[in-house]
């Protein structure tokens, strides 16, 4: 499955921004999938995990009640909405895929399969 993220930006310290990140090569409601980011200087980290149906979710604390992960299997995309966002989630943002249609989420970089370009999002203060 190819993977391609979308809507990075830059935004103000408290502001929203919303990622996608389409697919396409395989049948994507038979992948789990996930966001992650990296910001220079550091390794990649979880983010947020979603299940091939949607209904399991799974959210790194620091994103907790800010960040929400969603997908539309009829539209091959899975959605990050950022709310309240700090400068400190400032990052390049990946979305990744795990063959798996079972409710189990994903959340290390080891455990996805593929992996998108990232999308550079900068939040200024």
């Known amino acids: 499955v190819q993977l391609q993220a979308s809507g990075g930006g830059l935004v103000q310290a408290g502001g929203s921004l919303r990622l996608s990140c389409a697919a396409s090569?395989?049948?994507?409601?038979?992948?789990?999938m996930g966001w992650f980011r990296q910001a220079p200087g550091k390794e990649r980290d979880f983010v947020a995990a979603?299940?091939?149906?949607?209904?399991?979710?799974h959210y790194a604390d620091s994103v907790k009640g800010r960040f929400t992960i969603s997908r539309d299997n009829a539209k091959n995309t899975v959605y990050l909405q950022m709310n309240s966002l700090k400068p400190e989630d400032a990052a390049v943002f990946y979305c990744?895929?795990?063959?798996?249609?079972?409710?189990?989420?994903?959340?290390?970089?080891?455990?996805?399969?593929?992996w998108g370009k990232g999308t550079q999002v900068t939040v200024s203060s």
């Open positions: 979603i299940s091939w149906s949607g209904h399991s979710t």
């Open positions: 990744a895929a795990r063959f798996g249609r079972t409710e189990v989420v994903v959340t290390t970089v080891d455990g996805m399969e593929y």
């Open positions: 090569g395989r049948t994507f409601s038979y992948y789990a």
